[in-house]
């Protein structure tokens, strides 16, 4: 009991002092949290919407960022965006790919098949930013390569919420936090842009989603802003994470097996110790 | 202490194999008929937690091995490949990131546990003493395992690391240059990391065998820190203790489960997974989290050299806790002072780790101060000063006694001692 108490002491105190040693939080633009289809325990991708991210990527972020880690065969996950075969080889075909070298010792090009991975648009990073002003970053893992800071004492109830969808709610409030003014006594470097979210406000990025109907939807979903962005940022979230709805799937079953298998040795360790006595 | 009961070979084969080898007598004498002090807690059951997690970081390593490119140009893209393109390569990946997590969580567990219940006195000092070994080299094996991915923090937090090196006087710079294999961390830094990280473990492994040796040699301690004198006061390893340990290992793995499967990244930093970039700078540059609290001890002090002093002196002094602790007590139960800073200490760690995410600002830095003092002030005053000023709580004059009462005992004792003849 007194052990239980000086526990639970420390554990106040421990929180205490947390709170005494941060000083007052500047307030910041905290990424606007969302719901995903992918989020929680039960979580798995909705394929319309990732189709739907996909046809944004390949028409606007493609243009300039690579997805080089993926091959086209990945689209047809049927956990993700689950594009038919014949699908995929069609979205293949429209990109051309770098082969060879040949039977002349030459390099060539040719359409591309699902086991090729995504061509990049730019040979190296150099290139990009000869051409653009800044590297675009690869978007294959983007979405676990980014977040912010939850902060005290919001990472401890993270832990029990399995609140882990920081990167894909920045990258949608990114999408949406351009400011076409910034506010006074902001100056933006040269070539930069003000974003509410972008840390350090100034982006080399121009605004990439805007008007409306810039993109196509054919399913009846709203083509605005708010849609692109959180149907490409769910995009980018399977493209880094493809193996979520089978790692949550099978985390259920190890679960359920875990809880039966100490509830079982618990009455086991009971039995066996009640022969002992006097133990807890 | 007597045994419980001594291995008798039944078979034909195994009276063959006990005259050769006797391997078996030694498993049944160590893990079967071992005498186990009857009271232990669930706090006991981290050693057994453990080595079954170095045991599940070894087999998943060399799996991972297998797939793994230490190259600067392919490390960052095998590990995405592993975790997209080899069969349960994603879990493969997870469970070995997430289980050096778990490993160091058992660790400070089972660390705090000796501290509390005074594990490290006479005679279990040598027992105690491969325990930090232990620590040192997981701090250094799971440091080269976290550059092998080769992403950003990787690359940084081995630039940093490697750094302090620079602050031995004289030599300081050449040992850097001879760390790296260069003139800055690169491909031979890599290259050799990776050796290391497929060494270490099993260098570890071996002192575990030492370290286990120590205690069978020594006996286990036990929440009242009196030693066992009769067969009364301990039970068998099994089934009492392995059933016990199983079910809190089992337990365990429900928290490894829910990291595993939920929540991979949440103990990673996002930076780790952009590709490494020597011309860009993280804004911080964090460790995982079970370096924060001696990140924070280095930061604290302001000059560097003294700074990497303190830091290795956070882990040394570990060593010496046998013979600062000038207390004939062992147990923080019948100790009232020591008990109260122990979980002083427990606290100022904690608040040590979460200094030491935190960027070396303002007043951020005058905590880790404060902090860093009272963590050497708690091993170097408040220890060696407790053990002449605190008046202990009497002692039980037996482990039975602590747990049954003055009366309690002899008709369950007799079956304690020799439960495989009971019913």
Same mark, same amino acid.
């Given at each position: 009991m007194g052990a239980f108490r000086s526990k639970a002491l420390a554990i106040a105190m421990a929180a205490g002092l947390l709170s005494l040693m941060a000083p007052a939080r500047a307030e910041d633009n905290i990424p606007p949290r969302q719901s995903w289809s992918f989020s929680g325990p039960f979580g798995i991708y909705d394929r319309a919407q990732l189709q739907r991210g996909f046809k944004v990527y390949r028409e606007v972020c493609g243009n300039c960022h690579s997805l080089k880690l993926l091959s086209f065969r990945d689209l047809a996950d049927p956990n993700g965006p689950g594009f038919s075969p014949a699908q995929v080889a069609a979205i293949a075909a429209e990109y051309k790919v770098t082969d060879g070298p040949n039977d002349q010792g030459e390099m060539f090009e040719r359409p591309?098949?699902?086991?090729d991975h995504f061509p990049s648009r730019y040979p190296n990073d150099q290139a990009a930013r000869a051409a653009l002003g800044v !590297?675009?970053?690869?978007?294959?893992? +983007? !979405?676990?390569?980014?977040?912010?800071?939850?902060?005290?004492?919001?990472?401890?109830? &993270?832990?029990?919420?399995?609140?882990?969808?920081?990167?894909? &709610?920045? *990258?949608?409030?990114? +999408?949406?936090?351009?400011?076409?003014?910034?506010?006074?006594?902001?100056?933006l470097p040269q070539g930069t842009y003000y974003n509410k979210y972008f840390p350090g406000h100034a982006i080399g990025m121009p605004q990439p989603l805007?008007?409306?109907?810039?993109?196509?939807?054919?399913?009846g979903t709203p083509a605005d802003l708010q849609h692109y962005s959180q149907d490409v940022s769910a995009f980018l979230m399977w493209a880094a994470e493809p193996s979520l709805v089978r790692r949550k799937r099978l985390g259920l079953q190890v679960m359920i097996v875990l809880i039966v298998l100490a509830g079982l040795l618990y009455f086991t360790k009971k039995q066996v110790w009640s022969q002992v006595g006097g133990h807890a | 202490m007597n045994g419980h009961s001594v291995y008798e070979p039944q078979s034909g084969f195994?009276?063959?194999?006990?005259?050769? $080898?006797?391997?078996?007598? =030694?498993?049944?004498?160590?893990? /079967?008929?071992?005498?186990?002090?009857?009271?232990?807690?669930?706090?006991?059951?981290?050693?057994? /937690?453990?080595?079954? #997690?170095?045991?599940?970081?070894?087999?998943?390593?060399?799996?991972?091995?297998?797939?793994?490119?230490?190259?600067? &140009?392919?490390? %960052?893209? @095998?590990v995405d490949a592993i975790m997209r393109d080899v069969n349960y390569g994603w879990l493969l990946r997870y469970v070995h990131a997430v289980g050096a997590s778990m490993f160091f969580?058992?660790?400070?567990?089972?660390?705090?546990?000796?501290?509390?219940?005074?594990?490290?006195?006479?005679?279990?000092?040598?027992?105690?003493?491969?325990?930090?070994? *232990?620590?040192? =080299?997981?701090?250094?094996?799971?440091f080269m395992g976290y550059v092998l991915p080769w992403g950003q923090m990787s690359f940084w937090a081995a630039t940093v690391i490697t750094n302090l090196f620079s602050a031995i006087p004289l030599f300081g710079e050449a040992?850097?240059?001879?760390?790296?294999?260069?003139?800055?961390?690169?491909?031979?830094? $890599?290259?050799?990391?990776?050796?290391?990280?497929?060494?270490?473990?099993?260098?570890? +492994?071996?002192?575990?065998?030492?370290?286990?040796?120590? #205690?069978?040699?020594?006996?286990?301690?036990?929440?009242?820190?009196?030693?066992?004198?009769?067969?009364?006061?301990?039970?068998?390893?099994?089934?009492?203790?392995? /059933?016990?340990?199983?079910?809190?290992?089992?337990? %365990? %793995?429900?928290?490894?489960?829910? %990291?595993?499967?939920?929540?991979?990244?949440?103990?990673?930093?996002?930076?780790?997974?952009?590709?490494?970039?020597?011309?860009?700078?993280?804004?911080?540059?964090?460790?995982?989290?079970?370096? =924060?609290?001696?990140y924070?001890?280095?930061?604290?002090?302001?000059?560097? $050299?003294?700074?990497?002093?303190?830091?290795?002196?956070?882990?040394?002094?570990?060593?010496?806790?046998?013979? +600062?602790?000038?207390?004939?007590?062992? @147990?923080?139960?019948?100790?009232? $002072?020591?008990?109260?800073?122990?979980?002083?200490?427990?606290?100022?760690c904690i608040g040590l780790g979460w200094l030491g995410s935190k960027p070396a600002e303002g007043s951020y830095v005058l905590w880790a101060r404060v902090l860093t003092a009272w963590y050497f002030l708690h091993f170097l005053i408040i220890l060696p000063a407790l053990g002449l000023w605190e008046r202990p709580r009497p002692l039980p004059t037996s482990i039975t006694e602590a747990v049954l009462g003055p009366k309690g005992g002899a008709p369950v004792a007799r079956g304690a001692a020799a439960p495989e003849r009971r019913g």
């Open positions: 591309g098949r699902p086991a !590297a675009p970053p690869d978007m294959s893992v +983007l !979405a676990k390569a980014r977040g912010y800071e939850r902060g005290f004492p919001w990472f401890i109830f &993270d832990v029990f919420t399995q609140y882990q969808e920081q990167g894909v &709610d920045y *990258i949608a409030a990114m +999408l949406q936090g351009y400011e076409e003014t910034p506010p006074q006594g902001v100056n805007a008007s409306n109907g810039q993109v196509e939807y054919t399913d | 195994m009276k063959w194999l006990e005259a050769r $080898l006797p391997i078996w007598s =030694l498993v049944h004498s160590s893990f /079967i008929a071992y005498p186990t002090p009857r009271n232990l807690n669930y706090w006991w059951t981290f050693g057994g /937690i453990l080595s079954v #997690l170095l045991v599940i970081q070894i087999v998943t390593g060399i799996v991972l091995a297998m797939h793994y490119t230490p190259h600067v &140009d392919y490390a %960052f893209n @095998s969580f058992a660790a400070y567990v089972h660390l705090f546990r000796g501290l509390y219940y005074g594990s490290y006195k006479a005679p279990r000092e040598v027992l105690w003493i491969l325990g930090v070994i *232990i620590l040192l =080299l997981m701090i250094a094996t799971g040992i850097v240059t001879w760390l790296w294999g260069g003139y800055s961390v690169g491909n031979p830094t $890599l290259n050799r990391f990776y050796s290391l990280h497929y060494l270490l473990p099993f260098v570890i +492994l071996g002192v575990v065998v030492l370290h286990v040796w120590a #205690l069978h040699v020594v006996g286990q301690n036990n929440p009242t820190g009196v030693e066992p004198k009769s067969q009364q006061d301990t039970v068998p390893f099994t089934p009492y203790a392995t /059933i016990k340990d199983s079910f809190l290992m089992v337990c %365990f %793995f429900i928290l490894y489960a829910w %990291f595993v499967f939920y929540m991979p990244n949440y103990l990673g930093h996002p930076d780790n997974y952009v590709p490494a970039n020597p011309s860009v700078t993280p804004t911080h540059i964090v460790p995982e989290w079970y370096y =924060l609290p001696f924070a001890i280095l930061r604290a002090i302001p000059n560097k $050299l003294l700074g990497v002093v303190m830091l290795v002196s956070a882990i040394a002094i570990l060593a010496f806790v046998p013979w +600062l602790d000038t207390s004939r007590v062992r @147990s923080a139960t019948y100790r009232p $002072l020591y008990k109260q800073f122990f979980w002083i200490f427990v606290v100022v």
